[in-house]
């Protein structure tokens, strides 16, 4: 089985988000953190959140990039039962019941996303359009030649498996406004 980390490869995070999550925290997608806001009026962090942002589960934080990492049932259930939790303390979720199915689904929605390689590292790109929010994801890959262990961000990655979302993605323009063409 295989879930998502977050990662840091620099301290670019804590200046782009208004919390960045830890290393190595479990990963979801996060989107539903946006369900009750009007993307087009979202500005500054907040917009970097939404347009290329992992939530980090334990943190409530987030993250640029997220990593593929082996894991346990008892790492998915544990995962699950975190999130839940979160979802009643942080999102108001009326009980654990109905918080544990909506984890569920949020957890099983990371591991879909796991069909690379260990390691593999996965950013994301949001967009939304006549009030749906549409994700696009990119597996980031060593460049051949290169080392295992990962260093400097942006020195090393190549795209593959992209899905181009509408314009091009700029991790320095995530907290910008778009530029109209």
């Known amino acids: 089985m295989k879930l998502l980390r977050t990662i840091a490869l620099d301290p670019s995070d804590t200046f782009v988000f208004d919390v960045a999550a830890e290393p190595a925290e479990w990963a979801v997608s996060g989107a539903f953190r946006f369900w009750d806001h009007d993307a087009a009026r979202l500005e500054g962090k907040a917009r970097a959140a939404f347009r290329g942002g992992f939530l980090g589960v ?45 984890a569920e689904e949020e957890v099983a929605f990371a591991q879909s996303l796991c069909s690379h390689p260990i390691s ?15 994700e696009s994801f990119r597996r980031l890959q060593l460049r051949q030649g290169q080392g295992q262990g990962h260093s400097k961000a942006f020195s090393f990655m190549e795209i593959e498996d992209e899905v181009q979302p509408d314009g091009d993605l700029r991790i320095a323009d995530l907290g910008r406004e778009p530029t109209v063409r």
Do not use: C, N, Y
């Open 58 to 102: 334990q943190s409530w934080g987030w993250s640029t990039l997220a990593q593929i990492v082996p894991a346990t049932e008892d790492d998915r259930r544990g995962l699950v039962d975190l999130l839940a939790r979160q979802l009643v303390d942080r999102f108001g979720a009326p009980d654990m019941a109905a918080a544990k199915t909506a």
């Open 120 to 134: 593999s590292l996965i950013a994301v790109h949001r967009t939304s359009s006549d009030g749906e929010v549409r």
